[in-house]
């Protein structure tokens, strides 16, 4: 009987810990642990926060350095010659040994041509006894054709010139209203990723809330909402980190997308640069040697002369794709980073984290379709130059590729060939000491 009385107060010893600390204990534990985690988990971010808000700003600010350089050579931002506002290939178009070299080429092509009518000239009328298929009137007026062409060359060249200055200006004015002022393309990212980040409708976010802004009753915000207008209009530097942090929250910041479209549009802007620097050379190319074309006139009816025109036309408006698709691409990513775009039910388990994916599945395809624009234009002026320019681009991507592999495998071999040498050695001087050893 005392043993079982023992069992039993035992046992009910037991129920009365375990329900105490189950019922008690634990919530109260469990709760205390949540707060210190979540104390240290949000100075922790906070910390984290502000480096990577400086990280990012950083980044955007190398992406205007990289927007400046493409403006440049895509004929957006003026040059001065000599303290004249001009463009850049307006002003290699102007140059005087340019000039120079176009009329020396344009003399001999005149004498080229001349040579040309006098032979088809000879060739029409030995063929007028068999069959009048080329009379000597369309000789003739092939032969004026040529010579009137010669004279319209370079007013074209500078009337074109003209035109794409006046086309791709009013297009970067058109999508810079449409996103409500003119900003650089770093300034769009950094306040696309702001969002939910702005002191005056919103609040610290909790590190642990895994739920989306739109569920904590975010509004809906664009680039020209409360704060941010003025960081677009220029009235407040988005560079100063100072300036910043008094009209965001860091911890606030999607710095995911962010992050991701930044270094997307960074190696678009460096890649359109050398497709630009390309496109120049390769214009005043075609304009220096277009006399000789011209001449050809006369010969077959200036079906060559037809040909250096449409690729001239081509090549000129060819740089307009990656302008208006790359603004275009600038004025949809507030409205993909905006917290009231919800590609995903809320309603449904971990919305969250599967809207940011999809979201960024449309940042990396649109940057992707803004790559692939630069041969779009081309391919309906001009498709097999379109075609011949792609297959120039991948034949580069795999000399780059190729180049950087065989240097990688270079260093490796070098780096196992002195490990491999260091070891020889030092097992060549054991073996000597054993050797020494021995001997003695």
Not at 208 to 215: M, R
Request: net charge neutral; aromatic share 12%.
């Amino acid at each position: 009987m005392e043993l079982v009385a023992g069992v039993s107060f035992v046992e009910l010893l037991s129920t009365v810990f375990s329900t105490l600390f189950s019922q008690v204990f634990a919530p109260v534990l469990t709760k205390i642990l949540h707060m210190y985690i979540e104390y240290v988990l949000t100075i922790f971010w906070a910390f984290w926060s502000e480096w990577l808000l400086g990280l990012f700003i950083a980044l955007c600010s190398l992406v205007d350095f990289a927007e400046n350089i493409f403006n440049i050579f895509a004929g957006i931002s003026p040059v001065y010659v000599n303290e004249q506002k001009t463009y850049l290939l307006d002003a290699f178009f102007q140059m005087e040994k340019v000039s120079a070299a176009f009329t020396s080429i344009t003399v001999m092509a005149v004498a080229i041509s001349f040579i040309f009518t006098i032979f088809k000239t000879a060739k029409s009328i030995s063929d007028m006894a068999m069959e009048d298929r080329n009379p000597i009137s369309k000789v003739l007026a092939n032969g004026m054709k040529a010579a009137v062409t010669f004279m319209l060359i370079p007013f074209l060249c500078i009337a074109m010139l003209q035109l794409s200055s006046i086309v791709t200006s009013q297009a970067v004015a058109a999508f810079a209203a449409g996103q409500g002022g003119s900003s650089s393309v770093g300034c769009i990212i950094f306040l696309s990723a702001s969002m939910d980040a702005d002191k005056e409708t919103s609040s610290p976010r909790n590190i642990l809330d895994l739920s989306s802004p739109q569920a904590q009753g975010g509004s809906t915000h664009t680039l020209t909402d409360g704060v941010r207008l003025s960081y677009l209009e220029g009235k407040k530097d988005y560079h100063k980190l100072s300036v910043v942090k008094k009209d965001f929250y860091a911890s606030n910041f999607n710095y995911v997308e962010g992050f991701v479209s930044a270094v997307l549009l960074l190696l678009i802007l460096l890649g359109a640069v050398m497709v630009f620097i390309r496109r120049i050379f390769e214009l005043l190319l075609l304009y220096l040697v277009s006399p000789f074309f011209v001449s050809t006139i006369p010969l077959d009816d200036g079906v060559m002369f037809k040909k250096w025109r449409e690729l001239f036309i081509a090549k000129f408006f060819s740089g307009f794709g990656i302008i208006f698709s790359m603004r275009f691409y600038l004025l949809i990513i507030p409205a993909i980073a905006n917290s009231n775009l919800c590609l995903y039910a809320a309603k449904l388990p971990n919305a969250a984290v599967i809207n940011s994916v999809l979201k960024m599945f449309l940042i990396i395809g649109g940057a992707w379709a803004v790559y692939k624009s630069q041969h779009l234009i081309m391919q309906i002026l001009n498709p097999e130059a379109a075609s011949a320019d792609e297959q120039a681009s991948a034949l580069m991507k795999g000399i780059i590729v190729g180049s950087a592999s065989t240097a990688a495998s270079m260093a490796m071999s070098a780096a196992s060939g002195g490990a491999t040498t260091a070891m020889g050695a030092l097992g060549g001087g054991r073996k000597s000491s054993w050797y020494a050893g021995v001997s003695a």
